[in-house]
C-alpha cells in the first residue's frame, strides 16, 4: 500500500474516531487552568460576591477558546513552539526579558499550589502539611522526568476527571437558580472597587501566559510522536481533520474549565456567602469552611479536587517554563526525552518545580507571592499574546491557514481585554 494510501486511511480514522480520542492538548490545558490557585480565585469570588460575578466565566469563555486555538494553530501549522515563533516577530532581548519573568510567576504559581495540596491532604488525612507537599513535589517531577510522553499525556486526561468533583458537589446543595440565572447574565453586577479587583484576578487566572506555551508545544509534541505527520504548512493535506480535531479539543476543554470555575463559584456563593463567610485566602480556606456548613462529604470531594488539579497543573506550569525557555534558547525539547536526552529542558522544568517547593518552606506569604505573581502574568501576557496573533494572523508564517476574521478578530479582542484588564489591576494596585 502506498505511503498517500496509509495516510488516508490515518486521516479517515481521525475523522470517525469517538469524541474522547479526539481530546488531548486542549483537554488538559482548559483542565490545568482550574489549578488551586484559580480555584481559590473563583471561590473568594462566590464567597465574596454571592452569584453575582458568574457573568465573567461566560464573558472569558469565547475569549479563552479563541486565543487557545490560535496557540494550538501556530503548533500545528508551523512545526514550532510559541517560543520559537515569538523570537520571528520580537527582539530576543525582549523575548529572553518576557520568558524570564514567565518562569518567575510560574515558579512561584507551582508553590502556591503545592503549598495548597499539602494543606489540603493535611486536612483530609491529618499528619504533615510539608511531607505532603515534598510528596505531591517529587511525584510530580518524577513524572515528568520519567513516564515517556504518550503514556503521560493519558494520565493527565485521566486526572481531568477530578475536576468533576466541583460539579457533583452542586448536587449536595439547595440552589436558587433564579439567582443563579440572574448572576450568569450580569442581572445584578456588583461593580464596587473590591468587585473590579476580583473581575480583574478572575480574568487573569483564566487567561494565563503559562497555557499559550503548553498548548503549542503540546501540538507540536503530538505531531513528533506520529511519523506520519507534518505541520500542517508542510502537508496542508492533513488540515482538515487536524483542524477540526483542535477546534473540537480546544472548545471541549475551555468549556469544561469555565464549567468547573462556575460550579466553584455557585458552591461557594450558596454555602459560605449565605452564611457570611466572605474572606478567603487559598483554595483550602475555601474546603475548610465548607466543612461545617455543607457537610463532610462536599468539604472531602473539595479538598481532594485540590489535589487532583494540582497534580495536573504542576507538569503544566512547570513544563511551559521548560518549553518556552527551551525554545527560545535552541535546546532540544519533549517530555518523550529521557532527562539526559534535553538536559537544558528538564532542567528548566525540574528548577521550577525544586524553587517553588522552596516557597512552602521559606517565611514568604504563598498568598501575597501568588498576588503578585497574577500581577505579573498580567503585565506579560499582553506582549505575548500580541506576539502570538501577529504570527497567527502572519500569512508568512501561517500560509494559506492564518487566523481568519473570526479567529483573530477573537484573539485581538482577547488581547485588547487583557490590556485592558492589566491597566486595571495596575491601577487598583497602585
Given at each position: 500500500?502506498?505511503?498517500?494510501?496509509?495516510?488516508?486511511?490515518?486521516?479517515?480514522r481521525?475523522?470517525?474516531a469517538?469524541?474522547?480520542?479526539?481530546?488531548g492538548?486542549?483537554l488538559?490545558t482548559?483542565?490545568?487552568?482550574d489549578?488551586p490557585s484559580?480555584?481559590?480565585?473563583?471561590?473568594?469570588?462566590?464567597?465574596?460576591?454571592?452569584f453575582?460575578?458568574?457573568w465573567?466565566?461566560?464573558?472569558?469563555?469565547?475569549?479563552?477558546?479563541?486565543?487557545?486555538?490560535n496557540?494550538?494553530l501556530?503548533?500545528?501549522?508551523?512545526?514550532?513552539?510559541l517560543?520559537?515563533?515569538?523570537?520571528?516577530?520580537?527582539?530576543r532581548p525582549?523575548v529572553m526579558g518576557?520568558?524570564?519573568l514567565?518562569?518567575?510567576?510560574?515558579?512561584?504559581?507551582v508553590?502556591?499550589?503545592?503549598?495548597?495540596?499539602g494543606?489540603?491532604?493535611?486536612?483530609v488525612?491529618?499528619?504533615n502539611?510539608?511531607a505532603?507537599?515534598?510528596?505531591?513535589a517529587?511525584?510530580s517531577l518524577?513524572?515528568?522526568l520519567?513516564?515517556?510522553?504518550?503514556?503521560?499525556?493519558r494520565?493527565?486526561t485521566v486526572?481531568?476527571?477530578?475536576?468533576?468533583?466541583y460539579?457533583?458537589?452542586?448536587?449536595l446543595?439547595?440552589l436558587d437558580w433564579k439567582?443563579?440565572?440572574?448572576?450568569?447574565i450580569g442581572?445584578?453586577p456588583?461593580?464596587?472597587?473590591?468587585?473590579?479587583?476580583?473581575?480583574?484576578?478572575?480574568?487573569?487566572?483564566?487567561?494565563s501566559?503559562y497555557?499559550?506555551f503548553?498548548?503549542?508545544?503540546?501540538e507540536?509534541e503530538?505531531?513528533?510522536q506520529r511519523p506520519?505527520?507534518?505541520?500542517l504548512i508542510?502537508d496542508p493535506?492533513?488540515a482538515?481533520?487536524?483542524i477540526?480535531?483542535?477546534r473540537i479539543?480546544?472548545?471541549a476543554?475551555?468549556?469544561m474549565?469555565n464549567l468547573?470555575?462556575?460550579?466553584i463559584m455557585?458552591?461557594?456563593?450558596?454555602?459560605?456567602?449565605q452564611h457570611g463567610?466572605t474572606?478567603i485566602n487559598?483554595a483550602a480556606d475555601?474546603a475548610?469552611?465548607?466543612?461545617?456548613?455543607?457537610?463532610r462529604f462536599?468539604?472531602g470531594l473539595?479538598?481532594?479536587g485540590?489535589?487532583?488539579?494540582g497534580?495536573?497543573?504542576?507538569?503544566v506550569?512547570?513544563?511551559?517554563?521548560?518549553?518556552?525557555?527551551?525554545?527560545?534558547?535552541?535546546?532540544?525539547t519533549?517530555l518523550?526525552?529521557?532527562?539526559?536526552?534535553?538536559?537544558g529542558?528538564?532542567?528548566?522544568?525540574a528548577?521550577?518545580?525544586?524553587?517553588g517547593?522552596g516557597?512552602?518552606?521559606?517565611p514568604v506569604?504563598?498568598?501575597k507571592?501568588?498576588?503578585w505573581?497574577a500581577?505579573?502574568?498580567?503585565?506579560?501576557a499582553?506582549?505575548?499574546?500580541?506576539?502570538?496573533m501577529?504570527?497567527?494572523s502572519?500569512?508568512?508564517?501561517m500560509?494559506?491557514?492564518?487566523a481568519g476574521?473570526v479567529?483573530g478578530?477573537?484573539g485581538?479582542?482577547?488581547?485588547?481585554i487583557?490590556?485592558?484588564?492589566?491597566i486595571?489591576?495596575?491601577?487598583?494596585?497602585?
Amino acid at each position: 500500500m502506498s505511503e498517500k494510501a496509509v495516510k488516508s486511511g490515518l486521516r479517515s480514522r481521525l475523522h470517525t474516531a469517538p469524541l474522547l480520542k479526539q481530546l488531548g492538548p486542549g483537554l488538559i490545558t482548559g483542565a490545568a487552568d482550574d489549578d488551586p490557585s484559580g480555584i481559590a480565585t473563583y471561590s473568594q469570588g462566590g464567597a465574596q460576591f454571592g452569584f453575582n460575578l458568574l457573568w465573567t466565566m461566560l464573558l472569558t469563555f469565547p475569549l479563552m477558546a479563541a486565543i487557545q486555538m490560535n496557540s494550538a494553530l501556530v503548533g500545528r501549522v508551523t512545526g514550532r513552539g510559541l517560543a520559537w515563533n515569538m523570537g520571528q516577530v520580537m527582539p530576543r532581548p525582549l523575548v529572553m526579558g518576557l520568558l524570564a519573568l514567565l518562569f518567575i510567576a510560574n515558579t512561584i504559581n507551582v508553590g502556591a499550589d503545592l503549598a495548597a495540596m499539602g494543606e489540603a491532604a493535611k486536612l483530609v488525612l491529618g499528619f504533615n502539611q510539608h511531607a505532603f507537599t515534598l510528596f505531591f513535589a517529587f511525584i510530580s517531577l518524577g513524572l515528568q522526568l520519567f513516564i515517556p510522553y504518550r503514556r503521560y499525556a493519558r494520565f493527565l486526561t485521566v486526572l481531568t476527571f477530578s475536576l468533576f468533583a466541583y460539579v457533583a458537589i452542586l448536587f449536595l446543595l439547595p440552589l436558587d437558580w433564579k439567582e443563579i440565572g440572574a448572576g450568569l447574565i450580569g442581572l445584578h453586577p456588583n461593580l464596587t472597587e473590591s468587585a473590579a479587583t476580583t473581575i480583574v484576578a478572575i480574568f487573569g487566572t483564566t487567561i494565563s501566559p503559562y497555557l499559550f506555551f503548553w498548548q503549542s508545544a503540546q501540538e507540536v509534541e503530538e505531531v513528533d510522536q506520529r511519523p506520519d505527520e507534518q505541520p500542517l504548512i508542510k502537508d496542508p493535506a492533513e488540515a482538515p481533520q487536524a483542524i477540526e480535531r483542535i477546534r473540537i479539543d480546544t472548545i471541549a476543554g475551555m468549556a469544561m474549565s469555565n464549567l468547573i470555575a462556575v460550579a466553584i463559584m455557585i458552591a461557594t456563593a450558596a454555602t459560605l456567602h449565605q452564611h457570611g463567610v466572605t474572606n478567603i485566602n487559598s483554595a483550602a480556606d475555601a474546603a475548610q469552611a465548607l466543612k461545617p456548613i455543607a457537610g463532610r462529604f462536599a468539604f472531602g470531594l473539595f479538598a481532594l479536587g485540590i489535589i487532583g488539579t494540582g497534580l495536573l497543573a504542576i507538569p503544566v506550569l512547570a513544563g511551559s517554563a521548560g518549553y518556552a525557555v527551551a525554545e527560545a534558547a535552541g535546546w532540544k525539547t519533549g517530555l518523550d526525552n529521557m532527562p539526559w536526552q534535553a538536559r537544558g529542558f528538564y532542567t528548566v522544568i525540574a528548577a521550577a518545580v525544586i524553587l517553588g517547593l522552596g516557597i512552602d518552606w521559606s517565611p514568604v506569604d504563598p498568598i501575597k507571592a501568588l498576588y503578585w505573581s497574577a500581577v505579573l502574568n498580567g503585565v506579560i501576557a499582553v506582549p505575548m499574546m500580541a506576539a502570538l496573533m501577529v504570527v497567527a494572523s502572519s500569512r508568512r508564517k501561517m500560509g494559506k491557514f492564518r487566523a481568519g476574521l473570526v479567529l483573530g478578530g477573537l484573539g485581538w479582542l482577547s488581547t485588547a481585554i487583557m490590556a485592558a484588564a492589566t491597566i486595571t489591576m495596575l491601577y487598583v494596585s497602585l
